[in-house]
C-alpha cells in the first residue's frame, strides 16, 4: 500500500526539512547513492532519531511519480512527537496521576489508530511507541483514530528499556499484558502513575521489557482462538485502570 504521508523528495528539501525542525518518521535512501551531499544529509541525521532505510531505486521511482527524488524520500509525521522526560515532570507539576500507553512492537496502522482513539477517549496523557519496528504515524493511523491522533501526545524514544527504567525512577507502576501473565488483568493494580505495555500479537512484549515490568497480568481466554486484537485487549486494560483510577 502507498504511504499517505507528506512525502519530501531530494536530498536538499530533505536536509532542509530536518532543519527546519519538522517532524520526520523515516527517510529512504537509494542503496548505493554516494557524494558530498549524501555525507551532509548522515552528518545532519547523526544527531535525530530519525529511521533510515536504504532500498532500491524502483520503490523510490514508485514514490516519486516521475518527482526528481535524487535517491532520497522521507515521510513527514503527521504529528508533533513529545519526550516521555519532558513530559513526565509536566503532568506531575500539574498535579496529574500520569496514565501512559507503551505500545512494543505494533506496526499495523489500523490497530494503533484504534489504540489511539481509546486512550484519547480514556484520558491517557501519551502513547509511546519506539523508533525502531514501530508504527509509522501517518495519515491512514490519524483517520483510524477518528482525529485522536490530533490531540493524543505521543513519544516516541530510541530505547523502550531505558524509557521504562526513566518511569520506574519516577515513580511509575508498569503493568505487562502478556499472556505469560500471574493473574487476571482486573487483580492488577492500576491506581498509582501508570504505564500500560502492550505487545504485537504474534510476538507480545519482549522479554527485555517485561523483566522491568512490576505486574504482568493476562485477560482469560474462553473460546478456541488464543488471543484477542491488540487493539481490543488494550481497550480492556486501559478501561479497567479508568475504573478503578475513579474509584481510589
Given amino acids: 500500500m502507498t504511504d499517505k504521508s507528506e512525502m519530501i523528495f531530494g536530498i536538499r528539501a530533505v ?9 520526520i518518521d523515516r527517510i529512504l535512501v537509494k542503496k548505493d547513492l554516494q557524494g558530498d551531499l549524501v555525507k551532509e544529509l548522515f552528518a545532519v541525521l547523526k544527531d535525530t532519531m530519525i529511521p533510515v532505510q536504504r532500498v532500491p531505486v524502483e520503490r523510490l521511482n514508485r514514490l ?15 504529528v508533533t512527537y513529545q519526550h516521555v522526560d519532558n513530559l513526565v515532570p509536566m503532568l506531575f507539576e500539574e498535579g496529574k496521576n500520569p496514565f501512559f500507553v507503551m505500545l512494543d512492537g505494533i506496526t499495523d496502522v489500523r490497530n494503533f489508530g484504534a489504540i489511539a482513539r481509546t486512550c484519547e477517549c480514556a484520558g491517557v496523557d501519551a502513547v509511546i511507541i519506539p523508533v525502531k519496528n514501530s508504527v509509522t504515524v501517518n495519515a491512514d493511523a490519524v483517520k483510524t ?3 485522536a491522533l490530533h490531540t493524543l501526545s505521543v513519544c516516541r524514544e530510541v530505547s523502550l528499556k531505558d524509557t521504562l527504567r526513566y518511569l520506574k525512577e519516577s515513580g511509575f507502576h508498569i503493568i505487562a499484558a502478556t ?3 500471574d493473574y487476571d488483568y482486573a487483580e492488577g493494580d492500576y491506581k498509582k502513575p ?3 505495555i502492550m505487545g504485537a500479537e504474534d ?7 517485561l523483566a522491568l515490568c512490576d505486574e504482568w497480568v493476562k485477560i482469560p481466554m474462553f473460546g478456541k482462538i488464543e488471543s484477542l486484537n491488540v487493539s481490543v485487549a488494550a ?3 486501559v478501561y479497567e485502570a479508568v475504573k478503578q483510577r475513579r474509584n481510589s
Fill in 179 to 181: 499472556e505469560k501473565g
Fill in 64 to 78: 516519486s511519480h516521475f518527482k526528481n527524488h535524487q535517491g532520497v524520500v522521507a515521510f513527514v509525521s503527521a
Fill in 145 to 147: 483514530s477518528a482525529g
Fill in 235 to 237: 481497550g480492556i486494560l
Fill in 203 to 209: 510476538k507480545g512484549v519482549s522479554y527485555d521489557n
Fill in 15 to 23: 536536509i532542509e526539512a530536518i532543519a527546519a525542525g519538522k517532524d
Fill in 194 to 196: 501508570l504505564c500500560i
